[in-house]
C-alpha cells in the first residue's frame, strides 16, 4: 500500500513538501511516481524515482521547481515542490511499480494512493 500526505493551500510563489509512505511494498524494488490531477482534466505524471540508484524523471514543466527523492531505509519518497503556480493545484497521487528498470512518467503504475489535495491561489 502506498499513502500520501503533506498537501495543502498555498500562495502563488510558495513550497509545499508531499510524502509518500509504502507499507508492505520494499521501496528498494519499486519504482515510484507522483501524478496529479485538476477538475475535469487526465491525470498527469509529474516526477517519478528509480527504485535504486537515484534515476529520476521530472515532467516538462514542473523542471527546476519540483524535487523528488527517496528513503528506501524509511519506506518514503518525497517531493518538494517550490515557486508553485496555480496550475500545479490538483489532487497528487503516489504510485509504485515493481520494477528495478529507469523510472518513467508513461508507465502504468500498479498501486495507488488515495491522493492529497495540493490548492496553489493566484
Known amino acids: 500500500q502506498v499513502a500520501e500526505s503533506g498537501g495543502g493551500l498555498v500562495k502563488a510563489g510558495g513550497s509545499l513538501r508531499l510524502a509518500c509512505t509504502t507499507s508492505?511494498?520494499?521501496?528498494?524494488?519499486?519504482?515510484i511516481a507522483w501524478f496529479r490531477q485538476a477538475p475535469g482534466q487526465g491525470r498527469e505524471g509529474v516526477a517519478c524515482?528509480?527504485?535504486?540508484?537515484?534515476?529520476?524523471d521530472y515532467e516538462e514543466s514542473v523542471k527546476g521547481r519540483f524535487t523528488i527523492w527517496r528513503d528506501n531505509a524509511r519506506n518514503t519518497v518525497s517531493l518538494q515542490m517550490n515557486n508553485l503556480k496555480p496550475e500545479d493545484s490538483g489532487r497528487y497521487y503516489c504510485?509504485?511499480?515493481?520494477?528495478?528498470?529507469?523510472?518513467?512518467?508513461?508507465?502504468?503504475?500498479?498501486?495507488w494512493g488515495q491522493g492529497t489535495q495540493v490548492t496553489v491561489s493566484s
Open positions: 504510485a509504485a511499480l515493481h520494477t528495478q528498470a529507469a523510472c518513467a512518467l508513461t508507465w502504468v503504475y500498479g498501486s
Open positions: 524515482s528509480t527504485a535504486r540508484g537515484g534515476g529520476v
Open positions: 508492505g511494498l520494499p521501496l528498494d524494488q519499486h519504482s
